[in-house]
C-alpha cells in the first residue's frame, strides 16, 4: 500500500478510534461512580479526584473495543463507498502488513502495546488511587452503614462482634489527634459472639451484651497498610447472656477493646504493578492475606501460652493462679483437688464434680470471693499494647461481698480483667512464616490454611498476568475482525457497526474475567479434600480461549474475503 493511501485511511481510524474511546471510558467512568456516590455517599472533592483517577484506568479498559468499532466503521464506510474495490482493483490486495488491512494491523499493534504498558505500570497505581479516594473517610462509611442496616460488624481476634445503633453522625477531628476519625452512635448495643472454628456451619451464639445511651467510634488507619482500628467507647452496662435474677444485671463497662474493621481497600493483584506481581509471585508470604493468616497463628499460640500458664497454676502443688494487673488482682484456687482441669484451643475449661464448688476466686479490687461449680476462662491478646484481656465466667457459682455471711447464688457471674503479656507471649509475635512452615513445626490444619492463602495469592498474581497479557493481546485480533466485517457488511453506519463488533468483544473480555475468577476459586478449607485439583490451568485456558476463538473468527473471514 501506498505511503498516502496508508496515511490516508489510518488518519481517519485514529480519528474514530480516538472519539470512541473517550466516550466508552467516559461512560464507564460515571456508570462506575453512581454506585459509590449512592453507597459511600462521597462528597464533590472526592468525585473529582476519583474522575481524575479512573479516565486513565477506564480508557485503557476500552481501547479493545475502540480499536474494534473504529475498524469496522472505517472498513465498512470504505466498502460501501467502493473505495475497497478500487484498491482491489489497483492490485492492492488483503495482506495485513502490506495490503488493505496494513493501517487495521497497525493501530492493533500500537495499541496492544500501550494496553499492555498501560496495564502494568500505569492502571494498577490509578486504580488504587481511586479505592484510596473512595474509602478515605472511613467514618462516613459507616454512618452510612449505621443509617441503612443499623448495625456494624467488627472481629476481635477468632471472635464476631456487631454493634447496633439507632443512628450515627461524624464528629469532627480533635486537635490534639487529628488523623483519629470519631464517630458518635446513639442507643448503641454491643453483642459478643462465641468464637467458632474454622469452617463450623452452625448459628452464632452470642456472649455478652454491652449497651449505653451513647458512645464514641475512634478510628485510626494505617496510611501504609490501609489497615484499620477501631475502639468502641461507652460508659453502659455489660450483660451475659445466661443470668438468673435482676441482681446479676451486669457490671459496668468503658471501652470494647481490640475490634478490627476490615481494609476496605481491598489487596487486589489489580492494584499491583508487574514488578509487585512478580514479587509477590517469588515470596507469597509478603502478601497482606497470608501476613493475616500467620496473625491468626500467632493469636492462637499467644492465647495458648497463656491459658498454660494458668493450667499449669491450676493443676500445680499450690493449685493457684494468679492474674495481675495495675489496678487490680484475681486469684483463682482449685480446692480439694477434685475438679478437672482441660483446654482446648482458646479456652480453658474447670469442671468440680456434682454438687461440689472446687474452684475459689478472689478479687481483691472489690473484696469479692466466687465458689463455683465450673468455669470457662478465655483470653484476647492486644498485640498493640501487650496486653491480654481475660475474661472469667463462672457457673452455679456463690458470691460473697465483703463479709463472708453476705452470700448470693448466681447462675452465672463474669469477671474481666486487662494484664500486661509476658515476656514470653510478647516473643511469640515475633515468628515468622519461617517459624510455621520447618519440619515438625506445624500442625496438618495449619499447613492446610498456608497452603490454600498460598495458592489464593499464587493463582490471583498468575491470573492477572495472563489476563493483562491476553488483554493486550486482543486489540491486534479484534482489528482484525473488524477489518473484515466491515467490508464484508458495506456498511459505515456506526448503529449496524456497534451491532458486528460488539459480539466479538464481548466473548473475548467475558472468558478473561471468567478465566481469572476460575482460577482464584479455591475451595473453603472445610471443603478442600485429598483429590482437590487446582483450577489454575482451567482459568488460564479460559483467558487464552476467547483470543483463539475470536482469531479463529478472524482467520475465516480473512480467508473468506481472499478467496473472493
Same mark, same amino acid.
Given at each position: 500500500?501506498?505511503?498516502?493511501?496508508?496515511?490516508?485511511?489510518?488518519?481517519?481510524?485514529?480519528?474514530?478510534?480516538?472519539?470512541?474511546?473517550? +466516550?466508552?471510558?467516559?461512560?464507564?467512568?460515571?456508570?462506575?461512580?453512581?454506585?459509590?456516590?449512592?453507597?459511600?455517599?462521597?462528597?464533590?472533592?472526592?468525585?473529582?479526584?476519583?474522575?481524575?483517577?479512573?479516565m486513565?484506568?477506564?480508557?485503557?479498559?476500552?481501547?479493545?473495543?475502540?480499536?474494534?468499532?473504529?475498524?469496522?466503521?472505517?472498513?465498512?464506510?470504505?466498502?460501501?463507498?467502493?473505495?475497497?474495490? +478500487?484498491?482491489?482493483?489497483?492490485?492492492?490486495?488483503f495482506?495485513?502488513?502490506?495490503?488493505?488491512?496494513?493501517?487495521?494491523?497497525?493501530?492493533?499493534?500500537?495499541?496492544?502495546?500501550?494496553?499492555?504498558?498501560?496495564?502494568?505500570?500505569?492502571?494498577?497505581?490509578?486504580?488504587? !488511587?481511586?479505592?484510596?479516594?473512595?474509602?478515605?473517610?472511613?467514618?462516613?462509611?459507616?454512618?452510612?452503614?449505621?443509617?441503612?442496616?443499623?448495625?456494624?460488624?467488627?472481629?476481635?481476634?477468632?471472635? =464476631?462482634?456487631?454493634?447496633?445503633?439507632?443512628?450515627?453522625?461524624?464528629?469532627?477531628?480533635?486537635?490534639?489527634?487529628?488523623?483519629v476519625?470519631?464517630?458518635?452512635?446513639?442507643?448503641?448495643?454491643?453483642?459478643?459472639?462465641?468464637?467458632?472454628?474454622?469452617?463450623?456451619?452452625?448459628?452464632?451464639?452470642? !456472649?455478652?451484651f454491652?449497651?449505653?445511651?451513647?458512645?464514641?467510634?475512634?478510628?485510626?488507619?494505617?496510611?501504609?497498610?490501609?489497615?484499620?482500628?477501631?475502639?468502641?467507647?461507652?460508659?453502659?452496662?455489660?450483660?451475659?447472656?445466661?443470668?438468673?435474677?435482676?441482681?446479676? +444485671?451486669?457490671?459496668?463497662?468503658?471501652?470494647?477493646?481490640?475490634?478490627?474493621?476490615?481494609?476496605?481497600?481491598?489487596?487486589?493483584? !489489580?492494584?499491583?504493578?508487574? &514488578?509487585?506481581?512478580?514479587?509477590?509471585?517469588?515470596?507469597?508470604?509478603?502478601?497482606?492475606?497470608?501476613?493475616?493468616?500467620? /496473625?491468626?497463628?500467632v493469636?492462637?499460640?499467644?492465647?495458648?501460652? &497463656?491459658?498454660?500458664?494458668?493450667?499449669?497454676?491450676? =493443676?500445680?502443688?499450690?493449685g493457684?493462679?494468679?492474674?495481675?494487673?495495675?489496678?487490680?488482682h484475681?486469684?483463682?484456687?482449685?480446692?480439694?483437688?477434685?475438679?478437672?482441669?482441660?483446654?482446648?484451643?482458646?479456652?480453658?475449661?474447670?469442671?468440680?464434680?456434682?454438687? *461440689?464448688r472446687?474452684?475459689?476466686?478472689?478479687?481483691?479490687?472489690?473484696?469479692?470471693?466466687v465458689?463455683?461449680?465450673?468455669?470457662?476462662?478465655?483470653?484476647?491478646?492486644d498485640?498493640?499494647?501487650?496486653?491480654?484481656?481475660?475474661?472469667?465466667?463462672?457457673?452455679?457459682?456463690?458470691?460473697?461481698?465483703?463479709?463472708?455471711?453476705?452470700?448470693?447464688?448466681?447462675?452465672?457471674?463474669?469477671?474481666?480483667?486487662?494484664?500486661?503479656?509476658?515476656?514470653?507471649? *510478647?516473643?511469640?509475635?515475633? /515468628?515468622?512464616?519461617?517459624?510455621?512452615?520447618?519440619?515438625?513445626?506445624?500442625?496438618?490444619?495449619?499447613?492446610?490454611?498456608?497452603?490454600?492463602?498460598?495458592?489464593?495469592?499464587?493463582?490471583?498474581?498468575?491470573?492477572?498476568?495472563?489476563?493483562? +497479557?491476553?488483554?493486550?493481546?486482543?486489540?491486534?485480533?479484534?482489528?482484525?475482525?473488524?477489518?473484515?466485517?466491515?467490508?464484508?457488511?458495506?456498511?459505515?453506519?456506526?448503529?449496524?457497526?456497534f451491532?458486528?463488533?460488539?459480539?466479538?468483544?464481548?466473548?473475548?473480555?467475558?472468558?478473561?474475567?471468567?478465566?481469572?475468577?476460575?482460577?482464584?476459586n479455591?475451595?473453603?478449607l472445610?471443603?478442600?479434600?485429598?483429590?482437590?485439583s487446582?483450577?489454575?490451568?482451567?482459568?488460564l485456558g479460559?483467558?487464552?480461549s476467547?483470543?483463539?476463538?475470536?482469531?479463529?473468527?478472524?482467520?475465516?473471514?480473512?480467508?473468506?474475503?481472499?478467496? *473472493?
Amino acid at each position: 500500500m501506498r505511503k498516502t493511501l496508508f496515511w490516508y485511511v489510518f488518519k481517519d481510524l485514529l480519528r474514530i478510534f480516538f472519539l470512541t474511546s473517550g +466516550a466508552l471510558a467516559g461512560i464507564m467512568t460515571f456508570g462506575g461512580l453512581l454506585k459509590d456516590i449512592t453507597d459511600k455517599g462521597l462528597d464533590l472533592r472526592q468525585v473529582i479526584a476519583i474522575l481524575r483517577y479512573s479516565m486513565p484506568a477506564m480508557t485503557t479498559y476500552s481501547l479493545p473495543i475502540a480499536a474494534l468499532f473504529a475498524t469496522t466503521v472505517v472498513y465498512g464506510r470504505l466498502a460501501a463507498d467502493n473505495e475497497i474495490t +478500487a484498491m482491489r482493483a489497483a492490485g492492492i490486495g488483503f495482506n495485513p502488513f502490506t495490503g488493505i488491512a496494513a493501517p487495521a494491523m497497525w493501530l492493533g499493534l500500537s495499541m496492544g502495546i500501550c494496553s499492555l504498558l498501560l496495564l502494568c505500570f500505569i492502571v494498577p497505581v490509578f486504580m488504587l !488511587k481511586v479505592e484510596r479516594v473512595i474509602f478515605s473517610n472511613v467514618g462516613q462509611i459507616i454512618v452510612g452503614e449505621i443509617e441503612k442496616n443499623h448495625q456494624l460488624r467488627f472481629q476481635q481476634g477468632d471472635m =464476631d462482634v456487631t454493634v447496633y445503633a439507632h443512628s450515627a453522625e461524624v464528629e469532627p477531628p480533635e486537635a490534639k489527634t487529628p488523623n483519629v476519625q470519631r464517630v458518635t452512635l446513639y442507643n448503641p448495643m454491643v453483642v459478643t459472639y462465641e468464637s467458632q472454628k474454622k469452617g463450623e456451619d452452625k448459628p452464632k451464639v452470642p !456472649k455478652d451484651f454491652y449497651m449505653s445511651s451513647i458512645a464514641d467510634i475512634h478510628i485510626t488507619r494505617n496510611e501504609k497498610t490501609d489497615e484499620i482500628y477501631v475502639t468502641v467507647q461507652a460508659n453502659g452496662t455489660k450483660f451475659p447472656r445466661n443470668f438468673a435474677g435482676a441482681d446479676q +444485671a451486669g457490671v459496668s463497662v468503658g471501652a470494647v477493646q481490640g475490634l478490627t474493621y476490615p481494609s476496605p481497600v481491598r489487596e487486589n493483584t !489489580k492494584f499491583m504493578d508487574i &514488578f509487585r506481581l512478580q514479587y509477590l509471585l517469588k515470596d507469597p508470604s509478603d502478601s497482606r492475606h497470608v501476613k493475616d493468616v500467620l /496473625r491468626g497463628f500467632v493469636r492462637v499460640d499467644q492465647q495458648g501460652t &497463656f491459658l498454660d500458664t494458668v493450667l499449669a497454676g491450676l =493443676d500445680g502443688p499450690t493449685g493457684t493462679s494468679k492474674l495481675d494487673s495495675e489496678t487490680e488482682h484475681i486469684t483463682l484456687e482449685k480446692r480439694g483437688g477434685t475438679a478437672q482441669v482441660s483446654r482446648d484451643r482458646t479456652m480453658l475449661m474447670v469442671v468440680s464434680p456434682a454438687g *461440689q464448688r472446687d474452684l475459689h476466686l478472689t478479687q481483691d479490687r472489690n473484696n469479692v470471693t466466687v465458689d463455683a461449680a465450673r468455669a470457662r476462662i478465655t483470653v484476647e491478646p492486644d498485640t498493640d499494647q501487650h496486653r491480654m484481656a481475660v475474661t472469667i465466667n463462672l457457673e452455679d457459682a456463690i458470691v460473697h461481698v465483703g463479709s463472708e455471711t453476705e452470700t448470693s447464688p448466681r447462675q452465672a457471674f463474669t469477671r474481666d480483667i486487662n494484664v500486661p503479656m509476658s515476656p514470653a507471649i *510478647q516473643k511469640i509475635e515475633d /515468628r515468622t512464616i519461617n517459624d510455621y512452615t520447618k519440619p515438625g513445626g506445624i500442625l496438618p490444619e495449619r499447613r492446610l490454611q498456608l497452603y490454600r492463602a498460598g495458592l489464593q495469592i499464587s493463582n490471583s498474581i498468575i491470573s492477572e498476568l495472563h489476563s493483562r +497479557a491476553s488483554f493486550a493481546v486482543s486489540c491486534f485480533i479484534l482489528v482484525m475482525v473488524g477489518c473484515a466485517l466491515g467490508m464484508m457488511f458495506r456498511s459505515g453506519n456506526f448503529l449496524n457497526a456497534f451491532a458486528v463488533s460488539v459480539v466479538p468483544a464481548l466473548i473475548s473480555i467475558a472468558l478473561i474475567i471468567t478465566g481469572q475468577h476460575t482460577c482464584e476459586n479455591i475451595p473453603q478449607l472445610h471443603q478442600m479434600s485429598a483429590n482437590f485439583s487446582n483450577p489454575l490451568n482451567l482459568g488460564l485456558g479460559l483467558i487464552w480461549s476467547g483470543n483463539v476463538i475470536v482469531a479463529i473468527i478472524a482467520l475465516t473471514l480473512i480467508g473468506k474475503l481472499q478467496r *473472493q
